[in-house]
């Protein structure tokens, strides 16, 4: 992977214009302020990490971009060790070292242990601990490399966990791969 360097200039909060402080208060005040120990939205400075810094460029796309993440991580019915197994596999696949870092605490937590990361880092799907998770996973290996779900393993996924589970399965993906995106192209490791 070639060499990148942070291109984005930290914004401090005593720095930010009235629209970029309300963002910056939705993201550290919001939900995510419950995972600060594991998982720290702000550095010691006070400047946001990860791909939330960029997201102070727009505002009014950051707030709904802000607002899907936690709507992905604390509303949906997904459960968290599967999600958090998610986000690691995007992260392992999307080369996101911020997203390993910040979500391999996380993913612990939430149930993961050290056979189902050493999967995630092989480009596997850990073990399910259910029929349901075990298809999820596994669909969430297909998303990840940008493969089609066959019919065969929709019609397993959707038989085992669901439609509502799919769908937020794929948004899920989406997510952090839009976010691995972002921070690649603003030199965020």
């Not at 996101?96 to 939430?110: D, G, K, L, N, V």
Request: charged letters at 20%; one cysteine or more.
């Amino acid at each position: 992977m070639e060499d990148r360097h942070q291109r984005l200039a930290r914004r401090l909060p005593e720095d930010l214009g009235p629209d970029q402080a309300s963002l910056y208060e939705k993201i550290v005040g919001g939900p995510r302020a419950q995972d600060r120990t594991l998982s720290p939205a702000v550095d010691p400075d006070g400047s946001l990490r990860g791909p939330f810094g960029p997201m102070l460029l727009s505002p009014a796309l950051g707030v709904h971009m802000q607002a899907l993440g936690a709507a992905i991580r604390y509303e949906s019915s997904l459960p968290a060790r599967v999600r958090e197994a998610v986000i690691l596999m995007v992260a392992n696949h999307d080369e996101s070292s911020f997203e390993w870092s910040a979500h391999h605490p996380i993913a612990m937590a939430a149930g993961l242990n050290t056979a189902d990361v050493t999967a995630i880092r092989a480009g596997r799907a850990p073990s399910g601990e259910s029929p349901q998770e075990a298809a999820l996973l596994v669909a969430a290996t297909t998303l990840c490399r940008g493969e089609p779900l066959t019919d065969t393993a929709y019609t397993y996924v959707v038989a085992s966990a669901g439609e509502k589970a799919l769908f937020e399965l794929c948004a899920l993906v989406g997510y952090y791969r839009m976010l691995a995106l972002t921070m690649r192209v603003f030199g965020i490791d």
